[in-house]
């Protein structure tokens, strides 16, 4: 689990611009290649080497333009936010935020140790060799993202996702752009099912996603409550008694939020055809199969699935 804490990041700063070192394992441009792979993305905006992102810090919306030019340092520029953008307060949120969200604490060593010996990652290691396990640090973001995407492909979760952020969302227009930030759990909370099936939502997904947005904007459910647990055993109980979360909703909060690098959503889709495409088979393996040629990917699971996910990209 990441061992971040407040004022301990290395990071250096100016009036408007932050500075992380990055690990020795980091590509730049495979990250990249990552969050580039849908044109209908509309929490982040990538303009050449640039990555935009609008994010909430405290009252305020802050937007940044994320890059690196040699893959030692990531350069973090705030563009837009409260008037004081030297605010050390600001800084340290913001370089929280990005820190989780490219997985910046995770020594990768050993699952590149893991993968050189895996007949099945040894490949895509090396062709995505940096990589990092991109994150969604929100909580309630994160499990959205998960609900929207159960049993339908992903071109029509990211139109889902985008209808509900421009329905619900905040936005900030920058430069001629509109950049949006993702709903918070009160907004959502208040809605009422038709709201959302409105946007073509299915009545259960609506459903689920104003029970979690009311758990969480009541307090029930918050993302410090669940890191204090410090078992993923018990994080992944408390998020599979939630209706509308099932395993594999909760393998990818795991992994995408809790940041757990054993957590491994066996049933995903997309696991399945990467496997299929990388084994060159006709059709996708089984359950019982995906879970021998996992064998050897233990405490590396999620690693192991995302590099996978990558090769469909």
Known sequence: MPSYQPGTLPWCEQTSTLTLPLPAIFNYEHNLGYLSRSTNECLFHVDNSDIYKLLPVGDNLVL???????????????????????????????????????????????????????????????????????????????????IIGQQINLTFAYTLKRRLVEAYGTPLTWQDRTYWAFPAPGRIAGLAP???????????????????????????????????RGDYGAMEQE??????????????????????????????????????HVLGLEAKPTLPEIRRLAGGWKGWEAYATFYLWRVLY
């Open 64 to 146: 940044i333009a994320v890059n690196s030019p040699d893959n030692k340092e990531l350069h973090i520029r705030i563009l837009s936010g409260p008037e004081d953008l030297s605010s050390p307060l600001l800084h340290e949120a913001i370089a929280r935020y990005v820190w989780g969200w490219f997985d910046l604490e995770t020594d990768l060593a050993p699952f590149y140790e893991l993968a050189g010996g895996d007949p099945l990652l040894s490949r895509v290691t090396q062709d995505f060799y940096g990589l990092r396990l991109l994150g969604i640090p929100d909580l309630f973001e994160a499990m959205s993202w998960g």
């Open 194 to 228: 038709e709201a959302l099936t409105a946007l073509q939502f299915t009545g259960k997904k609506a459903e689920y996603l104003i029970g979690i947005a009311r758990l969480m904007a009541e307090g029930t459910l918050n993302l410090e409550a669940l890191l204090e």
């Open 239 to 276: 998020l599979l008694s939630i209706r509308g979360i099932g395993p594999w909703t909760a393998n990818y909060v795991l992994m995408r939020c809790l940041r757990n690098p054993a957590a491994f959503p066996i049933a995903d889709v997309g696991l399945h055809n990467a496997l299929k």
